[in-house]
């Protein structure tokens, strides 16, 4: 028997108002569930997109389609693996992803380019751009991976809720994968700029 969790980005889609999850797990299920609610300061209540509270809003439609453009610019002071104090220096890279609405949903993370024996002050300079048809529910993930010749091993990650990315240049401060937890001074230099396209 596992005590893996499931995705509640499922249940929040259709307007679930309380999805339960095995808090005993830090997988990514409890990290997403974790930044959705960062959006109101932790006090465990976010209010649902029009679509799903408003009586006679169409369902398949969504009110504007937005353009997220990210800008992975540099990190500083990305750890080994499980905080190890030994081993080789990384090879960073990072995973950039968006969860939400099924059309939202990115099927595979997009990559930047690796950045060899750096983990101190790795600089990618990549851009990307991903569609949001609802800004409500999405949330972008930025993971950090060490590029590994037999396994690539994750690092550290970000998720944050789109409607509440700040635009401009921004420090991302990075959490440890294995427990949710702030990692000291680690962080990514990013630019973020959301644009409304017309339908």
């Not at 465990?44 to 439609?61: F, I, N, Q, T």
């Not at 993370?109 to 409500?136: A, L, M, R, S």
């Given at each position: 028997?596992a ?16 999805v339960?999850l095995?808090?005993?797990t830090?997988?990514?299920?409890m990290r ?8 109101n300061?932790?006090?465990?209540y976010?209010l649902?997109?029009?679509h799903?509270?408003?009586?006679g ?6 009110p504007?389609k937005?353009?997220?453009r990210v800008?992975?610019?540099s990190a500083s002071?990305?750890?080994?693996p499980?905080?190890s ?5 990384i090879?960073p890279f990072?995973?950039?992803y968006?969860?939400g ?7 595979k ?5 690796v950045?060899n024996d750096?983990?101190f002050?790795?600089?990618?300079k990549?851009e990307?751009?991903f569609?949001?048809?609802?800004v409500?529910l999405a949330l ?7 590029k590994d010749?037999?396994t690539?091993d ?12 700040r635009?401009?240049?921004r420090?991302v401060?990075l959490n440890n994968?294995?427990t949710?937890?702030?990692?000291p001074?680690?962080?990514l230099?990013?630019h973020?700029k ?5 339908n």
């Amino acid at each position: 028997m596992a005590s893996d969790n499931f995705n509640p980005q499922t249940a929040w889609n259709v307007g679930c108002q309380c999805v339960s999850l095995n808090y005993q797990t830090c997988d990514f299920p409890m990290r997403i569930n974790a930044a959705k609610f960062t959006q109101n300061g932790g006090c465990g209540y976010v209010l649902k997109p029009d679509h799903l509270r408003v009586p006679g809003c169409p369902h398949d439609r969504y009110p504007t389609k937005t353009s997220l453009r990210v800008k992975i610019i540099s990190a500083s002071q990305i750890p080994k693996p499980k905080l190890s104090k030994k081993g080789e220096v990384i090879d960073p890279f990072v995973e950039l992803y968006v969860t939400g609405i099924p059309q939202d949903t990115t099927t595979k993370p997009v990559k930047t380019k690796v950045v060899n024996d750096n983990g101190f002050n790795p600089v990618w300079k990549d851009e990307f751009t991903f569609p949001i048809d609802c800004v409500e529910l999405a949330l972008l993930t930025l993971r950090v991976v060490d590029k590994d010749p037999a396994t690539d091993d994750d690092i550290a990650e970000a998720t944050i809720p789109v409607a509440s990315l700040r635009q401009g240049y921004r420090s991302v401060p990075l959490n440890n994968i294995y427990t949710d937890e702030r990692i000291p001074y680690a962080a990514l230099f990013c630019h973020f700029k959301i644009e409304t396209v017309s339908n």
